[in-house]
């Protein structure tokens, strides 16, 4: 009876220790986090109590169980706002925070969220999910960091909203500097990538694995079921710098890079859909440099970048390359994806710089052509051909080509490759999407070393019976919903903004326009009514404004030396239309803050006069605007004209992603008349954008020290077409870097210098 007694008593006790054991702590202060996680114990559940909390470090250090984790987590999700200076370190095994929204502040250290509270003391078996991350950026966009870094082992960041990092960094990373974070296996999954504003210059992944000095360990971090939404940063979107990683079965929606394999190897890129709109020539693919990928079952759907953001761009490696630069592509697999309406989706050899080599090292020639690498099985559909499917620019001689089928709309292809062309039918498949999965069912499919381990298509469908190329077996009863953001991120946030109605405000004297602006809400419109506005104090834009006259309409500005009539803050995108802007010849037209510009301005000056200031545009360093146009607009009697010069670091940052001159006048305005810089030698930075036409400069540049009239030095796409340049003080009107997108046409120089191009401008190496 005994033993009876005692069986029964430990099987209970074996069931007891499975079970999960919760002990609720409510929590409302900084204090009171703490001092529930110093005490916390498995299966404990801390609860911060609804609130907004200003300046909190929190380090989440505790030691939960496999069934029994420690939950750091929101009274109601969303409802819990972590502002000012704050941050959140992680240390300690399964431990979860969910529900926490990042909002109206930047973090004190180099990351918002780390997997870690010490070099040695890392997280694993631990997960952030449910969270919100947004617009939580450092004062300085040179102040690079992280929103979520990963350190430790078999960490999660699942079910979260991210969006809105400006400054430099990437916004999340996995790190694996020392044994404890290699072979990591963390997952990344279920989240949505909001909108990540254009940076101006390099360092601006969504999701960077790893670092050029960590790319020989294996990492084992999975990509998986997130949605990208216009995840802008920079060139590349995913930056792989480690081994046996997988991306797959997300959705890359109008996101201006690429997934990119930028060092590292055997990546699998598996059953992932890239989204463009047709037009938009920055949306891009799949970027593959190194050894030993598999790109396998992807859609790209009307995607248009060119070169390093094509569909698929293989890059020309650098023989002998250091790990920070490009090392030869060799054994990777491209099979069974499938391309609709996608400009030429196979381009080889991006990436080759053999005409610079005179301003270059040898150490930074890529010459090395893909080997042993294997394209096949893949379908393109075109609705408007395309001469050119396949680009090569470097021969493709280690390249083989099996298999693949396309539709090119009876247009001749000039460099086939043995594409075998058909007459396809697209079906729609929901998500606006359609595409091709009949017609090619004749067609052989080629069956390379270990493909058999590609056991299904991009929707899941078993391959083992009736095999066929492309990214899709077949479309019977598909009605895909790919960009129904319910399925991504934080359950209790959505992104979907309900669109206002613009509100206008008419505006009779200086004192209505001041109060009126500051009072108006995001979107609304200013309008003046005839006459003078004297204002001497800065008229602050800190959201989206426009403002117009009806008629004629003044603002004379006579504020103290080297302030700006128009202050451009964070946030601030203004529309100035059908103005005169006047100053008394030492303050400046526009200006952005001299610091702590956290976020992006706007500027778009139309139908306008600006005159008798010392700058028209003054852009401090640090500042950035997606765009900055001038159209339809008169710019006189100013000291300086447009500058954006001041990202002199040369690591290829630049003020404006696009600078637009449109039917402009620029008259006597004496140096710096269009001053747009971008330093360092970065082959993967694609920007900036300068297009000057249509315009004329009359006695301009008198006092412009390099005798140059157009400084854009560095700029990558220049574009200077029919223009009048008369009676300029200058020796040229403008040198063109040859080696990039720089060109000039039908333009009119008189008494002007010269407009001239250089094949290769010297500029100095990031790395």
Excluded at 72 to 80: C, D, F, I, S, Y
Excluded at 129 to 138: Q, R, S
Excluded at 456 to 464: E, I, V
Excluded at 650 to 679: A, M, P, S
């Amino acid at each position: 009876m005994k033993k009876s007694l005692l069986i029964i008593s430990l099987f209970l006790s074996l069931i007891s220790c499975n079970e999960k054991s919760t002990n609720s702590i409510l929590v409302s202060t900084n204090t009171e986090i703490q001092d529930a996680i110093k005490n916390a114990k498995a299966g404990d559940d801390i609860t911060i109590k609804n609130g907004t909390y200003t300046d909190l470090e929190i380090k989440f250090k505790a030691e939960g169980a496999e069934n029994n984790p420690i939950t750091l987590r929101a009274e109601t999700p969303g409802k819990v706002f972590i502002e000012g200076v704050s941050s959140l370190e992680i240390s300690g095994n399964y431990l979860e925070v969910n529900g926490l929204f990042f909002r109206n502040g930047h973090s004190p250290k180099t990351n918002v969220i780390a997997f870690r509270t010490s070099k040695k003391e890392v997280a694993n078996h631990s997960k952030v999910t449910n969270c919100v991350i947004l617009d939580f950026n450092n004062l300085q966009r040179d102040q690079d960091n992280l929103w979520v870094q990963f350190y430790g082992k078999h960490n999660e960041l699942s079910n979260c909203y991210i969006a809105g990092k400006t400054n430099g960094g990437p916004t999340v990373r996995v790190d694996l500097k020392g044994n404890q974070s290699i072979r990591n296996y963390h997952k990344i999954i279920n989240n949505h990538f909001g909108p990540r504003p254009r940076k101006g210059g390099a360092r601006g992944e969504t999701i960077q694995l790893g670092s050029s000095f960590t790319s020989m360990s294996p990492s084992n971090t999975t990509i998986a079921n997130n949605l990208f939404e216009e995840c802008n940063g920079e060139v590349e979107i995913i930056s792989s710098k480690t081994n046996f990683n997988i991306i797959k079965n997300n959705v890359f929606y109008k996101s201006e890079g690429s997934v990119v394999t930028r060092h590292g190897n055997y990546v699998t890129v598996d059953g992932n859909y890239f989204i463009g709109d047709g037009v938009n020539e920055q949306f891009g693919g799949i970027r593959i440099i190194n050894t030993g990928h598999w790109v396998i079952n992807n859609l790209f759907y009307k995607i248009k970048g060119k070169n390093f953001r094509s569909p698929i761009a293989v890059m020309n490696g650098i023989p002998k390359s250091p790990l920070n630069r490009y090392n030869q592509v060799t054994d990777v697999v491209i099979a069974y994806n499938t391309f609709v309406d996608s400009d030429s989706p196979f381009q080889f050899g991006v990436g080759q710089n053999l005409a610079q080599k005179d301003v270059l090292p040898k150490s930074e020639i890529r010459s090395a052509r893909a080997l042993r690498t294997e394209v096949v099985n893949n379908v393109i559909y075109n609705s408007k051909g395309d001469a050119n499917p396949i680009i090569e620019h470097d021969k493709a001689d280690g390249v083989t080509f099996k298999s693949n089928v396309i539709d090119n709309n009876g247009i001749e292809i000039k460099n086939a490759h043995g594409l075998i062309s058909k007459d396809l039918k697209v079906t729609n498949v929901g998500t606006d999407i359609s595409l091709p999965t009949t017609g090619f069912g004749d067609v052989e499919v080629y069956s390379g070393f270990d493909f058999e381990t590609i056991t299904a298509d991009l929707l899941g469908n078993s391959r083992s019976k009736s095999n066929q190329i492309g990214a899709i077996l077949n479309t019977d009863n598909i009605q895909l919903d790919l960009l129904d953001k319910t399925k991504y991120g934080a359950d209790w946030y959505s992104n979907v903004i309900e669109t206002v109605k613009a509100t206008t405000h008419t505006v009779n004297n200086s004192s209505e326009l001041v109060t009126k602006l500051s009072n108006a809400k995001s979107g609304d419109i200013i309008e003046l009514n005839d006459g003078t506005f004297s204002i001497s104090e800065s008229l602050v834009i800190n959201k989206t404004i426009t403002i117009i006259a009806k008629g004629n309409a003044e603002i004379l500005y006579s504020g103290a030396a080297k302030t700006p009539a128009i202050a451009l803050h964070p946030y601030g995108k203004l529309t100035l239309n059908n103005i005169s802007l006047k100053g008394t010849n030492t303050q400046y037209a526009f200006a952005s803050l001299k610091e702590n510009m956290s976020n992006h301005f706007g500027l778009e000056v139309l139908n306008s006069k600006i005159s008798n200031f010392n700058y028209a545009l003054k852009v401090y360093k640090q500042s950035f605007s997606e765009e900055v146009t001038f159209t339809n607009t008169s710019i006189s009697n100013c000291e300086n004209g447009i500058e954006l010069s001041e990202e002199t670091n040369d690591r290829g940052d630049y003020n404006t992603e696009f600078l637009t001159i449109d039917n402009c006048h620029f008259n006597n305005v004496k140096q710096n008349v269009i001053d747009y810089y971008r330093g360092g030698y970065d082959e993967s930075t694609i920007g900036g954008n300068l297009l000057v036409q249509n315009s004329t400069f009359t006695n301009c540049g008198s006092k412009e020290k390099n005798k140059m009239l157009l400084n854009h030095r560095g700029i990558v796409n220049v574009n200077i077409t029919k223009n009048v340049f008369k009676n300029n003080k200058v020796d040229y009107v403008s040198i063109l870097w040859g080696a990039k997108n720089n060109i000039e046409s039908e333009n009119m120089v008189s008494n002007s210098g010269k407009i001239k191009t250089q094949e290769n401008l010297v500029m100095k190496l990031m790395y």
